[in-house]
């Protein structure tokens, strides 16, 4: 099955001039969705890419990441917009196209030197990408690689993070 079949492409959407790459067509696909997670399983066993944890970020990132944590016998850590999180946080804030936004992690999450990929359904400018590597950073942790379902070549964001082996499945 080709899975950017499955992705349906919606223009002008926020805003008039872009066209966003809907996910939720391949989600609702049980083949489709299981293609992507035994992929990003498959991509990530052949890269030697041997989490003892898995960040995604809210929101999207959750859903592939934690089937991605179960395949890969890793631990699962959730980044979290401000506010979501209930104990002690390690936060940063980072730039978008239209202003800023913040990321927080529960500074207990992770101990120092644990290895650490990082997961999420797009990788576009690179900026939540690259946000979340500067608070794994900041917690000592080595972020061994990063997973992406969809990548928009275009924008260039891998440029943006670590140095790091980074999986896409789809390109645009």
Do not use: W
Request: proline share 7%.
């Amino acid at each position: 099955m080709e899975l950017k079949s499955l992705v349906r492409d919606i223009p002008d959407f926020p805003q008039p001039g872009i066209l966003f790459r809907d996910i939720t067509t391949l989600l609702k696909s049980p083949q489709g969705l299981r293609q992507t997670i035994d992929l990003l399983t498959d991509k990530c066993q052949s890269a030697n890419l041997v989490p003892d944890y898995i960040v995604g970020m809210e929101s999207r990132g959750f859903i592939f990441a934690t089937p991605l944590a179960y395949q890969l016998n890793a631990g699962f850590i959730p980044v979290r917009k401000p506010g979501k999180l209930p104990a002690a946080v390690h936060s940063v804030t980072y730039e978008l196209e239209y202003g800023t936004d913040q990321l927080e992690i529960h500074q207990d999450a992770i101990a120092p030197g644990a290895k650490v990929l990082i997961v999420d359904d797009l990788l576009a400018t690179g900026g939540t990408a690259k946000a979340t590597a500067e608070l794994l950073l900041k917690m000592e942790t080595e972020v061994i690689g990063f997973a992406f379902v969809i990548e928009l070549l275009a924008l260039q964001g891998r440029k943006k993070l670590p140095e790091a082996p980074l999986i896409s499945l789809i390109q645009y």
